[in-house]
């Protein structure tokens, strides 16, 4: 059973950077892909990022691509989603999702495990 809890949401002006943390507990990672999804009110949940634990490959949703990174610490088993730059049309409700298998997937049924979510706001 794999266990995800996102932090480091919050409220900030446009421009402005924040951090997410999704720590995982449970099981190996070995051979698991993590995403970063989001939700915005009204919306249906969208496919923000991913990467392979193993190798750390990426890949980044057209929106967010140049502007946010996602990376992960194998010590601390945790994945960031680092974001740069955050517009109003950032805002939303980010997951942390994860799945054992080997290539990233940017649907959210896909995933099997997920976090509770973590607000972000990109305005005033």
């Known amino acids: 059973q794999v266990q995800l809890v996102e932090s480091g949401g919050g409220s900030v002006q446009p421009g402005d950077s924040l951090r997410l943390s999704c720590a995982v507990s449970g099981r190996t990672l070995s051979n698991h892909v993590m995403g970063w999804f989001r939700q915005a009110p009204g919306k249906e949940r969208e496919f923000v990022c991913g990467i392979k634990w193993s190798s750390g490959s990426t890949y980044y949703a057209g929106p967010v691509r140049g502007r946010f990174t996602v990376s992960r610490d194998n010590t601390k088993n945790t994945v960031y989603l680092q974001m740069n730059n955050l517009t109003p049309e950032d805002t939303a409700v980010y997951y942390c999702?994860?799945?054992?298998?080997?290539?990233?997937?940017?649907?959210?049924?896909?995933?099997?495990?997920w976090g509770q979510g973590t607000q972000v706001t990109g305005s005033s």
């Open positions: 999702a994860a799945d054992s298998r080997f290539t990233i997937v940017t649907v959210a049924s896909a995933y099997d495990y």
